[in-house]
Nanobody
Framework: QVQLVESGGGLVQPGGSLRLSCAAS????????MGWYRQAPGKQRELVAT???????NYADSVKGRFTISRDNAKNMVNLQMNTLKPEDTAVYYC?????????????WGQGTQVTVSS
């Protein structure tokens, strides 16, 4: 099993910054992809950004140029630096890990951390 624990959420004013972190522990197969998704009230969960073990990144258009995803493979951690935050970034942010080992495809989610952007 794999456990994902997020941290770093909170309340920030528009234009401010926050840094989210996610620590993975347990039986983690490599290579894998880690990422951040978010879900606002009344909306579906959506991709924010992902990063592979090799460092390839993918961002939602809405966060390109404002958010930066990074990871530390040695520590099994992924971070999301969020700058120039907007009210529409308000959501619960979830960490996700996916891995493929042989024929075994695994998906794990964290419990989520609230990000609120408001004046």
């Amino acid at each position: 099993q794999v456990q994902l624990v997020e941290s770093g959420g909170g309340l920030v004013q528009p234009g401010g910054s926050l840094r989210l972190s996610c620590a993975a522990s347990g039986s983690i197969f490599s290579p894998n992809t880690m990422g951040w998704y978010r879900q606002a009230p009344g909306k579906q969960r959506e991709l924010v950004a992902t990063i592979t073990s090799g460092g390839s990144t993918n961002y939602a258009d809405s966060v390109k140029g404002r958010f930066t995803i990074s990871r530390d493979n040695a520590k099994n951690m992924v971070n999301l630096q969020m700058n120039t935050l907007k009210p529409e970034d308000t959501a619960v942010y979830y960490c996700k890990l996916t891995s493929l080992s042989g024929s075994r495809f695994s998906v794990y989610w964290g419990q989520g951390t609230q990000v609120t952007v408001s004046s």
